[in-house]
């Protein structure tokens, strides 16, 4: 068998010929500048061949549900074992879909609830056991040896009626006393009853001593009482209490039947478990009179914001207005609250109004809909899925009331397991939960039955809490987790399978992690190489490389610079070389820390008051503006509650009154005056089609195409600038649709997409290309690098000026038509943070980041930095959420949440500056402060 993965001239898009011997069984680190070629080696390459090779040993039936990828441009791989990726992307959008779900573990707890579960009474919580007869008898014979008993069926139990028919029929089946209302009737008197008030009816079915020489009488006696009563018998002796058991799960008292305690009856995803009110979801979406009314503006001036441009629902509405002597030229939130209400929610009041159509006006009486009546109802009618999103800006999500986020019935949530049920163990931190479940004391049965079950769910948290995700709950929604979070915990799936001869291929797993967890992750990583798998990791951090059995170093640029092989060999070894990952390792690269002379002091701060959304708890914290701030801590300290939930959502609204969010929960945020607006630079991509690119994203696509349409040809033709675009008919392609190639369905083989024999892969028709500037057209400016068109469109100011921008992100080397899907993670940050920095807001910006290092190389930090700096002293302020300890240290000021994540986080344990920060207690603390210590040293 053989021990190495031979890649022999790979050449997958930017790849230059690369030949190169890759170990197995071992932790392999692929690295270098961010566009060198990684993921085009790692995933486009090697782990596509991986796939495409197995999908093809499939019969051609199944590959044609599977369908196939194109094979990689590369001469030959072999040694090739099957490939598992664990990519930087989503779980997925599903709102059904929980931690729990996706690393299977809430199907072990299942399992779990459904055999060894103890079911109570979900209306007065009493324990509810299902007796089969055998059981009953063994429980008299324990309870009541030697002593006389009375055994009954109670037949009837706290009901109105006079129940003369039930006591006669009883009597003719040769019963002969019942115990009526606690007092004891022979059934042949004749027993009245008040038929308004409730009764309690139990048949005596025998009395006896219990002996063993008694027990066949014992079994027939029970047995007649749980047919009578279908289900029940009561056990009566002096001088102890009535003892009432039931062969069903149902409770004695209330009468309130369970079902079957079976694994699907705690699947929020199956009728017999979901409430009947959300459907398992656990929550209901709404529109919101907070997010479609402006209070402060008129009905007629935009306080309705979806009636803007509808004046006739306004003149309704001062039809009812006028009737009932509103004064609705006031602002909305000064209406009485009658007016308020009817004005959203509609009225009965009849009115005179007017029909307008292409034959005139038409009078009629109606009534007035209402606001959030009339939204709905365009909601569900309309087909347009754009009016539906738009509309969308006006839904909410509210917990539901009936289970409170649950998701499961009243039934599922009775079920206990150690005194917990599924809803309170799956919302504890994964952390907490493995102390719980390794408390957990079962019956000798139930170890028998749940046992292997119960060995399952903790070796999977175990794997949770390694790779550091231990502060996430199992019904933490699966859409809610950043990049990070949810590769870790496929990861963490991925161990739980135990397979070997496997090989990962991994994406940053570290990202988003902080130092103090990054060694766990290894550990992890070490762990799915020991089985016999060999691990292939795309990876900038240092302690990864440091820790790597073999190093891969692609460069020495981006794009068309890179894509070489440069260095080679173990940790040891690449740290012998002068590349730029050996000068890294050595502590002797260029330093990306403090590339400005001296730490700013904040101008003011934005100051937000008692934040307690999610985990944070109650939160008071200052937010310095004009200079460059990290929010750091640990994974799942509240970072990203605060910047998303409360500043962005909660300053957005101060700047723009369209913003139709609902912020998280906070008592004030004050001191934002100074501010004209707010920018969010998330890790959502910047687009999923090849149809988005650099150029149409940034938008100096428009203004090249506005440069086109005012060139002499152009204007002798009349092309506007339309005519330029490739989305829209007109100048376009229309035998590809302006994609450049044609896609060909090949049934069970994979889809082959050829060139377009019309444009010739161009997209634009022979017209629009005739129309040139230097010798280029349209299509060939696409194909410039953003450095060649920057020198191509020098005598256009406001084109080069947004392509310097570009230049200034270390984008320079990509193409602008470059099409989005192919860009790297840090590469599309990248280009979504040089389009913000292209618009002009005259400094008093607040710029908010989500760990803008991710996917970049120190090399590219740098960068970053200076211009992250570049943007403060221009009159901006930066906050950025960071666990990069090169950017902490070059930052002005630090505030560190934690102390833990989840449940023990949401505090501010440290503030100032890096050197204030290094000098507390706390994780942040301890890795700064020895990494500033290195500095100095170095220095």
């Not at 729990?100 to 919580?125: N, Q, S």
């Not at 100096?700 to 002499?712: A, G, K, N, P």
């Not at 009159?875 to 930052?891: M, Q």
Request: include cysteine; glycine fraction near 10%.
């Amino acid at each position: 068998m053989e021990q190495e993965i031979k890649i022999t001239g790979a050449r997958q898009h930017n790849l230059k010929n690369v030949s190169v011997n890759i170990p197995k069984n071992k932790l392999v680190v692929v690295t270098g500048p961010s566009g060198s070629g990684k993921s085009s080696l790692a995933f486009d390459t090697i782990y596509a061949e991986g796939q495409r090779r197995y999908v093809e040993s499939l019969s051609s039936y199944a590959r044609q549900f599977l369908g196939m990828s194109d094979k990689p441009d590369v001469d030959d791989i072999t040694g090739l074992s099957p490939a598992i990726s664990i990519e930087q992307k989503g779980t997925g959008h599903n709102p059904r879909s929980t931690v729990g779900t996706v690393t299977e573990i809430y199907d072990y707890l299942r399992l779990l609830f459904g055999r060894a579960g103890t079911p109570h009474c979900p209306k007065c919580g009493r324990e509810v056991h299902r007796y089969s007869v055998d059981e009953i008898i063994d429980l008299i014979f324990k309870e009541y040896d030697g002593k006389p008993l009375e055994i009954y069926s109670p037949v009837v139990k706290g009901k109105k009626g006079e129940y003369r028919n039930l006591l006669l029929k009883l009597h003719q089946q040769g019963y002969m006393r019942a115990r009526i209302d606690g007092t004891l009737y022979w059934l042949e008197e004749a027993v009245e009853l008040d038929k308004k008030r409730r009764h309690t009816i139990e048949c005596l079915i025998d009395r006896m001593k219990v002996r063993e020489d008694n027990r066949l009488r014992l079994s027939e006696a029970v047995e007649m009482a749980l047919k009578l009563s279908d289900g029940f018998v009561l056990l009566v002796s002096d001088g102890m209490p009535d003892n009432e058991l039931t062969e069903k799960y149902v409770c004695p008292v209330c009468e309130i039947s369970l079902p079957d305690i079976e694994p699907r009856l705690f699947s929020f995803n199956a009728p017999v478990g979901a409430c009947p009110d959300c459907g398992g979801l656990g929550f209901h979406m709404h529109f919101s009179p907070e997010l479609a009314v402006n209070p402060e503006l008129p009905l007629a001036e935009g306080g309705f914001i979806p009636w803007k441009a509808m004046k006739h629902m306004i003149q309704k509405a001062e039809k009812l207005a006028e009737k009932k002597g509103w004064d609705i030229s006031k602002p909305f939130g000064e209406l009485p609250r009658e007016a308020q209400e009817a004005l959203l929610y509609g009225s009965d009041e009849v009115l005179p109004l007017v029909f307008t159509d292409r034959h005139g006006d038409w009078e009629y009486n109606g009534k007035y809909i209402g606001l959030i009546p009339w939204i709905e109802k365009r909601y569900n009618e309309t087909e347009s899925e754009n009016y539906k999103e738009e509309l969308d800006r006006y839904r909410v999500e509210d917990v539901c009331a009936t289970c409170k986020g649950a998701r499961l019935k009243p039934e599922a949530l009775a079920v206990t397991l150690g005194g917990y049920n599924i809803r309170q163990l799956t919302e504890m931190p994964v952390d907490e939960l493995i102390k719980v479940l390794d408390g957990l004391v079962l019956g000798e049965r139930e170890q028998k039955i749940v046992g292997v079950a119960l060995i399952e769910v903790r070796k999977r948290l175990a794997f949770l809490n390694d790779v550091g995700a231990g502060y996430l709950s199992l019904s933490r929604r699966a859409d809610t987790l950043s990049g990070g979070e949810s590769q870790r915990i496929r990861l963490a799936s991925q161990i739980g399978s135990q397979l070997t001869g496997v090989l990962y291929v991994l994406d940053e797993p570290t990202i988003g992690l902080h130092p103090r967890d990054t060694n766990r992750l290894l550990d992890t990583l070490r762990a799915i190489r020991d089985i016999g798998n060999t691990v292939l990791v795309v990876e900038h951090d240092r302690d990864t490389m440091a820790a790597a059995d073999h190093i891969l170093e692609l460069g020495p640029g981006a794009g068309e610079r890179g894509g070489e092989l440069i260095a080679d060999g173990s940790a040891e070894e690449i740290m012998k070389g002068n590349s730029s990952t050996a000068l890294y390792l050595r502590g002797e690269a260029d330093g990306t820390y403090m590339p400005h002379p001296q730490r700013r002091k904040p101008s003011s701060f934005v100051k937000v008051r008692g934040a307690r959304e999610n985990n944070l708890k109650k939160l008071n914290i200052d937010i310095p503006l004009n200079t460059f701030a990290c929010l750091s801590g640990v994974s799942g300290s509240g970072k990203s509650t605060l910047l998303y939930e409360i500043l962005y959502k909660g300053l957005r609204g101060k700047f723009d009154r369209d913003f139709r969010e609902r912020p998280g929960r906070f008592d004030s945020i004050t001191g934002y005056e100074p501010l004209r607006n707010i920018v969010l630079v998330d890790q959502s991509p910047i687009g999923r089609t090849p149809r988005s690119n650099p150029a149409t994203y940034t938008g100096v696509f428009t203004y090249i195409r506005e440069f086109f349409s005012e060139l002499q040809e152009s204007k002798l033709r009349g092309y506007q600038p339309g005519r330029f675009s490739f989305n829209v008919k007109g100048g376009r392609c229309e035998a590809c649709n302006g994609d450049g190639v044609i896609k060909v369905s090949m049934l069970f083989l994979p889809d082959v997409y050829v060139k377009c024999d019309v444009c010739k892969g161009k997209r634009y028709n022979r017209e629009t290309l005739e129309v040139k500037y230097k010798g280029l057209s349209i299509a060939d400016v696409l194909e410039l690098t953003v450095d060649e068109a920057t020198e191509f469109f020098g005598a256009v100011p406001r084109i080069a000026n947004k392509l310097k921008t570009i230049q200034e992100a270390g984008l320079g080397y990509i193409r602008l038509g470059q099409p989005a899907t192919t860009l790297s993670g840090g590469e599309a940050q990248r280009v979504k943070l040089a389009t913000e920095l292209g618009k002009k807001f005259r400094g008093n910006t607040l710029y908010l980041l989500d760990e803008p290092t991710t996917g970049l190389h120190y090399t590219d930090v740098k960068k970053l930095l200076i211009l992250l700096h570049k943007l403060v002293e221009q009159g901006n302020s930066v906050l950025a959420i960071e666990h990069n300890l090169d950017v902490l240290a070059s930052a002005d000021y630090i505030m560190d949440l934690g102390p833990e994540g989840g449940k023990g986080g949401g505090k501010l344990i440290a503030k100032g500056t890096p050197e204030e920060v290094a000098k507390a207690n706390g994780p942040t603390s301890k890795y700064l402060a020895q990494f500033l210590a290195e500095i100095r040293k170095g220095a």
